[in-house]
């Protein structure tokens, strides 16, 4: 049994002190897997030195986080298409990109031109999304909407929406990514994981935050993987080696993993 971790900033600093550790403990919780998302150009060089430690393990995306998109978001876009034009790199997805405007709506309008942009670039280099929605999920899927084709595809990160939405965003080509929210009594992400397909859904831990309920309040780490896949198990009445072989095809099919 292994488990593919869709969504994880194991280079932040919050793991400076104990990276290999964290990643010993992973790998003894049968996590094998683990896709890393990119924020903006300050986090590139120790995203990518991660990946030349571990190459069979950790796998890179490259975008512009949302709440990344500041003055100089020409700038840093200018980075990421550099970086997914070299032909020496290899990256899984776009992402993580998306709309924030929990944290600051200053640059809602640039935000909203930089999802774009990089919805454009994926579709052109046929790459799936990962995609942050906070507070922006209806604004999010208004926009893929506009731009529905059958090259789209991708994850909603930390799926946070409701059942119509999960529906929408199913029918659009993506999957749900389901991270520690769901083990947190009344989250309303229960629901949505009840009445929807395994098939449509992914793990992943969003570490170093969101921790799953019995870390709540600490660190999330790739190796709480597992309590998430439990929970999943538990809520569809299903073993959790299902849970486990089909969420890990599903990452497998998305991403192009080897």
């Known amino acids: 049994?292994?488990?593919?971790?869709?969504?994880?900033?194991?280079?932040?600093?919050?793991?400076?002190?104990?990276?290999?550790?964290?990643?010993?403990?992973?790998?003894?919780?049968?996590?094998?897997?683990?896709?890393?998302?990119?924020?903006?150009?300050?986090?590139?060089?120790?995203?990518?030195?991660?990946?030349?430690?571990?190459?069979?393990?950790?796998?890179?995306?490259?975008?512009?986080?949302?709440?990344?998109?500041?003055?100089?978001?020409?700038?840093?876009?200018?980075?990421?298409?550099?970086?997914?034009?070299?032909?020496?790199?290899?990256?899984?997805?776009?992402?993580?990109?998306g709309i924030d405007f929990y944290w600051d709506k200053s640059f809602e309008k640039e935000q909203k031109l930089?999802?774009?942009?990089?919805?454009?670039?994926?579709?052109?280099?046929?790459?799936?999304?990962?995609?942050?929605?906070?507070?922006?999920?209806?604004?999010?899927l208004s926009l893929l909407e506009e731009r529905k084709s059958p090259n789209l595809s991708g994850v909603f990160h930390c799926f946070s929406g409701n059942l119509d939405q999960a529906e929408r965003a199913i029918a659009l080509g993506f999957r749900l990514g389901i991270g520690g929210v769901v083990t947190y009594?009344?989250?309303?992400?229960?629901?949505?994981?009840?009445?929807?397909?395994?098939?449509?859904?992914?793990?992943?831990?969003?570490?170093p935050w969101l921790p799953p309920a019995p870390y709540r309040g600490k660190r999330n780490e790739p190796s709480y993987l597992p309590f998430i896949a439990k929970k999943i198990a538990e809520i569809k009445n299903i073993p959790l080696e299902e849970v486990a072989a089909i969420t890990s095809e599903n990452a497998r099919t998305l991403f192009k993993l080897n």
């Not at 990276?19 to 150009?41: G, K, M, Q, W, Y």
């Not at 229960?190 to 570490?207: F, I, P, R, Y």
Request: hydrophobic share 40%; with cysteine; proline share 4%.
């Open 114 to 140: 930089v999802f774009v942009h990089q919805v454009e670039v994926a579709l052109s280099l046929s790459l799936p999304l990962e995609i942050h929605t906070r507070n922006s999920m209806e604004v999010t």
């Open 1 to 97: 049994m292994n488990f593919v971790d869709t969504h994880t900033h194991l280079y932040a600093e919050e793991f400076d002190t104990d990276r290999n550790e964290v990643i010993h403990r992973a790998l003894e919780n049968h996590v094998s897997t683990l896709l890393l998302p990119a924020i903006d150009s300050a986090y590139h060089e120790k995203l990518l030195c991660l990946v030349s430690g571990f190459p069979e393990l950790c796998f890179p995306m490259m975008g512009l986080h949302p709440t990344s998109v500041k003055e100089n978001f020409r700038d840093e876009l200018v980075m990421v298409e550099k970086f997914l034009l070299n032909p020496n790199l290899k990256f899984y997805a776009v992402g993580e990109i």
């Open 185 to 207: 009594k009344n989250s309303g992400l229960q629901k949505v994981v009840e009445n929807t397909g395994l098939e449509h859904l992914l793990l992943e831990t969003d570490a």
